[in-house]
């Protein structure tokens, strides 16, 4: 039952359990808010292409919100500095286009929480982390799959690595498709030369003379593109090193250890909050935590995310997920508010509560 | 006793051909009234009745079980029909109104030649001037589709209905998904088509509505036509 349950049993039971679910969070400290269906496309975007694809855009400068950390974010941002250290909680409808020949439904509800605040930030990814995991556990849902990931972490390897900031930069933006992001590792390992007819020294020059120049994509860019695919090559040991750390895949508690057998201690400062975030992980959740799987690649498409992610599954559809969004406040307003948030899937969790019932 | 309704472009090169096309059934379809007025009769087979419709609107008409059957082409039936293959099963490929769907960048992209080439360009380009590139083009799921299965990301698409292809000059898109059959009006333009960037081959198709009414009357006329023309009676429910 993924569809909407609007009337009869379904129904109360779907009310029931949000109800439940947000005065779990409310009594956790979590102040609710109703933060608005449509806000203003410009932000789309930062949720990158999955989001973009997913977002109804009313084609007058507004879109139909397709997840809440945007509309959240803008509802914290309009109280200002004073805010102290704000945590919200929030449920609602949600709108996703779906692809032709998708049946996936094209509204659904979505509960969650969000933390605002630069404090103890590996903390606050265990609490949210914890929060949600509670949340699906107090609901009734005892065994359900986990998988985290860490996006701050890729950037710390990416930025310990000999290449050049522009592979760098061309890295980062490709890590939110593994598949993609793993060809052109090995791709830019390798020259691609430059045709014939434009070789030379002022190949920018010679687009000029021999082809029709239009649009606003210019030469210089397609000069750029050219010479740096003919000269500007990743070294073999650094992709080497990079498709290693990709496919690092197991107990989030083993994951320092592995990422330093293959970097040893280059990247010590990432790894000293990434290993924070695990003795809070203990702290809170006892050592089993420490089993909880974790995937190099593992970053669930949302461009924001910069940090911890994660995701809690049933039968492939996704109950519950979260992660940390620091440079967001940046890319929409110019503020630095460091934030992390979750949410939860009612539907989907009452679904999956019946056929763990069966 | 509702008659089979039977849905052809209301005009143009697309319902000429149509028409021809049916002939070799016997079956004659003549515009009554002046040229202008939308109006037609079916001869040659009895308890066909005529619908003369927007070539981009057929698709909706099929889905919505409105006309039993119509002619359109599959670029359109997939752009703007989600489960198409259910609700409107081909009858027969028609072998006019050849068109395939490309993807066309600016002939001036000498490191642009392939999908993955455009990936690269889109990231730049979205660095380089804080906004997506735009690729113009009307049909939308498509070229979407396509582009997302092909692992190209950094895009925006922009809604175009016509003369897609001077977007690039006018600076309102960067690159074109259309539809082209001979390629000279790309060529015309100064664009060129990417090697892996065929997203479609199209024909204009006949197309039956699973959703319509289809009473043993039109079931029996149906069966009667697609004996005439040699072609399978697909299933219609």
């Not at chain 1, 849902?141 to 930069?169: Q, Y």
């Not at chain 1, 519950?320 to 929409?332: E, I, N, P, T, W």
Request: negative net charge; glycine residues 8%.
């Amino acid at each position: 039952m993924s569809g909407l349950a609007r009337r009869g049993s379904d129904y109360r039971r779907l009310v029931e359990l949000s109800e439940s679910l947000l005065g779990g969070f409310e009594q956790a400290g979590y102040e609710r808010i109703d933060p608005p269906m449509l806000h203003d496309a410009a932000h789309v975007g930062l949720g990158g292409q999955t989001l973009l694809d997913l977002t109804y855009l009313m084609g007058n400068g507004l879109a139909l919100r397709s997840d809440f950390t945007v509309p959240v974010y803008l509802l914290h941002a309009e109280r200002g500095r004073d805010a102290g250290t704000p945590r919200y909680c929030y449920s609602g409808p949600v709108f996703r286009r779906s692809a032709p020949g998708d049946d996936r439904p094209t509204e659904y509800l979505q509960l969650g929480i969000e933390y605002f605040g630069s404090l103890r930030r590996e903390a606050a990814d265990v609490r949210i982390f914890a929060n949600i995991l509670a949340a699906l556990h107090r609901s009734g849902l005892k065994d359900v799959p986990v998988m985290t990931g860490d996006v701050a972490l890729f950037h710390a390897v990416l930025d310990a690595l000999d290449m050049s900031d522009r592979i760098r930069a061309r890295l980062r933006g490709l890590f939110w498709r593994p598949e993609q992001l793993r060809a052109q590792i090995t791709r830019m390992q390798t020259p691609i030369a430059v045709p014939d007819t434009l070789a030379g020294p002022d190949i920018e020059a010679k687009l000029h003379d021999t082809l029709t120049i239009q649009g606003k994509r210019s030469p210089a860019e397609v000069a750029e593109l050219l010479t740096a695919r003919a000269n500007d090559m990743l070294p073999a040991n650094t992709a080497q090193t990079l498709l290693a750390y990709l496919d690092i895949t197991g107990p989030i508690g083993q994951v320092p250890e592995l990422v330093r057998a293959l970097l040893g201690d280059r990247i010590d400062d990432a790894l000293a909050r990434f290993e924070d975030r695990l003795s809070e992980l203990c702290h809170r959740l006892g050592p089993e935590a420490l089993d909880t799987p974790f995937r190099a690649d593992f970053g669930r498409r949302h461009e924001y995310y910069d940090g911890f992610v994660f995701e809690m599954a049933h039968a492939g559809q996704v109950i519950a997920a979260g992660g940390r969004y620091d440079r967001l406040s940046q890319q929409v307003g110019a503020a630095d508010w460091p934030a992390i948030g979750g949410m939860i899937r009612p539907q989907i969790l009452l679904s999956a509560l019946d056929e763990v019932a069966k | 006793m509702t008659a089979l309704k039977l849905g052809l472009p209301s005009k143009g090169r697309l319902q000429q051909d149509a028409i021809n096309w049916f002939s070799k059934a016997d079956i004659t379809v003549a515009r009554t009234g002046s040229d202008r007025e939308y109006a037609g009769q079916v001869t040659g087979l009895d308890g066909i009745e005529l619908v003369l419709l927007s070539a981009s609107e057929i698709p909706r008409e099929l889905a919505a079980g409105r006309i039993h059957l119509g002619v359109t082409g599959e670029d359109l039936i997939q752009e703007k029909l989600a489960d198409w293959a259910q609700i409107t099963p081909a009858v027969a490929h028609m072998g006019f109104g050849f068109a395939d769907l490309i993807v066309a960048v600016p002939d001036s992209w000498a490191d642009v030649t392939t999908l993955r080439d455009l990936d690269d360009a889109a990231a730049q380009f979205h660095a380089n001037h804080g906004h997506r590139l735009r690729i113009a083009t009307k049909y939308h799921n498509l070229v979407r589709g396509f582009l997302s299965t092909q692992g190209v990301a950094d895009f925006e698409i922009v809604d175009s209905q016509g003369a897609t292809e001077g977007t690039i000059k006018n600076q309102t898109a960067e690159a074109i998904a259309d539809i082209t059959s001979s390629g000279a009006t790309l060529t015309a333009n100064h664009l060129r088509i990417l090697t892996d960037g065929e997203i479609l081959k199209s024909q204009a198709t006949l197309f039956a509505a699973r959703n319509a009414h289809w009473s043993d009357a039109n079931r029996a006329t149906f069966a009667t036509l697609c004996g005439r023309l040699d072609l399978p009676v697909p299933a219609l429910t």
